[in-house]
């Protein structure tokens, strides 16, 4: 079973769609967990972090942990083309010897 | 906002090179981390290090592997015998622990190496 799960899509939505990207894990140790964006050929950009469970909500976009379920989401509200890009979910435990990542999904917002 | 910087952001070398990439991570993280990309395909952990040390690293950093942080900035990742198959694009990260933003995860904009 790999660690992190990640559908990799592609999601294609309209503009001003919402948008609901998905990861889950197996590790009950992993307590850090983030989201990436990347665009082709660039480094990834973190966009939201979260410690533990909860929620979080950034401008246009909303994360959330449920540790119980292994399972974390990020929501992205009003989708715009900008957000056209692969996302990628990363968590860790708190030993911080490596962070895993998922696969990423492919997301493209048509205007 | 503080960044991970990397360079070259491309190299072409012919097989069998060595290649050194070089990242100057965040000046008050204290884990570094190697991460490579072949195209299309996903990110994949290649080493991490820690108090001068590698505290953990993958099936793919064999010996042909080796990471360095000569002085207090530099971290550098070498391959002394480049192969066909090492062609990716090679991220550095770095991360904070025990401060304010401890366990965020900050990347470089990568090195893209081409092995002919």
């Known amino acids: 079973q790999k660690e992190v799960e990640q559908d990799p899509g592609p999601l294609s939505v309209p503009e001003g769609a919402i948008v609901s990207l998905n990861c889950t894990y197996s590790?009950?140790?992993?307590?850090?967990f983030m989201w990436y964006r990347q665009y082709s050929r660039k480094g990834p950009e973190l966009l939201m972090y979260?410690?533990?469970?909860g929620n979080k909500e950034d401008g246009r976009f909303t994360a959330q942990v449920d540790k119980s379920s292994k399972y974390i989401s990020l929501f992205i509200r009003d989708s715009q083309p900008s957000d056209s890009a692969t996302y990628l979910c990363?968590?860790?435990?708190?030993?911080?010897?490596?962070?895993?990542f998922g696969s990423g999904t492919k997301l493209n917002v048509k205007p | 906002e503080p960044e991970v910087t990397q360079t070259p952001s491309h190299q072409v070398t012919q097989m069998g090179q060595e290649v050194i990439l070089r990242c100057v991570p965040i000046?008050?993280?204290?884990?570094f981390y190697w991460y490579r990309q072949i195209l299309g395909q996903k990110v994949e952990f290649l080493v991490s290090?820690?108090?001068?040390?590698?505290?953990?690293k993958s099936e793919i950093f064999d010996d042909q592997f080796s990471v360095e942080r000569p002085d207090g900035s530099n971290f550098t990742l070498k391959i002394r015998s480049t192969k066909l198959e090492d062609s990716a694009m090679y991220f550095c990260?770095?991360?904070?622990?025990?401060?304010?933003?401890?366990?965020?995860?900050?990347f470089g904009e990568g090195s893209r190496l081409t092995v002919l």
């Open positions: 990260a770095s991360s904070e622990i025990g401060g304010y933003r401890t366990g965020e995860l900050f």
């Open positions: 590790n009950s140790a992993f307590q850090y």
């Open positions: 979260t410690y533990s469970s």
């Open positions: 990363a968590m860790s435990a708190g030993n911080f010897n490596k962070f895993y």
């Open positions: 000046s008050n993280h204290l884990y």
């Open positions: 290090f820690y108090n001068n040390e590698i505290s953990e």
